[in-house]
């Protein structure tokens, strides 16, 4: 991970069952803030996690803690799949962390205007993403795979287009992202 690595006021709790409260938390956050919103109920966000109210309020003191936890959960999510490609190919492994970027940029989207007064979280998040994602488009372009005229800027801009629609199903999300990622694969 880059050294310039944001840092959120909250941290991961070192007791094992107290981890499990704060990931079920993030977790929770993440869905409930995609689907409802930065204004989502912390109590509805609670009740999902299968915790009390008193332990999101011990994990994340405000609403304010909790939306940069969720943001920088997304972004190093995103940077630790980019650096352990497992066995997949290059083409593979590039389509899978856009179909995860496009998940990251959902809950973004919902959480960007609470924390845009910590701009530089998002510069040097966009910067880790950069970092992540751009060999990944180098190693298809190297494979053969990708297209080579394309930047990684132009992706992200195309996968960016796609999540910033409002589509009534995922499933309907999921075919335009594969429409638009066969715009990207080389042709053979």
Do not use: C
Not at 25 to 30: T, V
Not at 107 to 116: F, L, P, R
Not at 150 to 179: I, K
């Amino acid at each position: 991970m880059a050294a310039t690595e944001p840092r959120a006021a909250v941290r991961r709790p070192a007791r094992a069952d107290a981890r499990r409260n704060f990931d079920a938390l993030l977790d929770a956050a993440r869905e409930v803030f995609a689907a409802e919103g930065a204004g989502a109920s912390l109590e509805g966000i609670a009740r999902r996690a299968g915790v009390n109210i008193a332990t999101l309020y011990r994990n994340f003191p405000t609403r304010q803690h909790l939306f940069e936890a969720v943001y920088l959960d997304e972004v190093e999510a995103l940077a630790r799949m980019a650096a352990e490609p497992g066995d997949q190919g290059a083409w593979e492994a590039l389509e899978s962390w856009l179909r995860q970027f496009v998940s990251y940029a959902t809950t973004k989207k919902a959480v960007y205007d609470a924390i845009a007064h910590r701009a530089e979280m998002f510069v040097t998040g966009r910067d880790m993403i950069h970092a992540a994602g751009r060999p990944l488009l180098e190693r298809a372009q190297a494979a053969g795979t990708a297209r080579p005229d394309v930047t990684f800027d132009d992706v992200l801009f195309l996968v960016n287009g796609v999540s910033g629609a409002n589509f009534v199903q995922d499933a309907q999300r999921d075919r335009v992202l594969t429409m638009a990622l066969d715009g990207v694969r080389a042709r053979r």
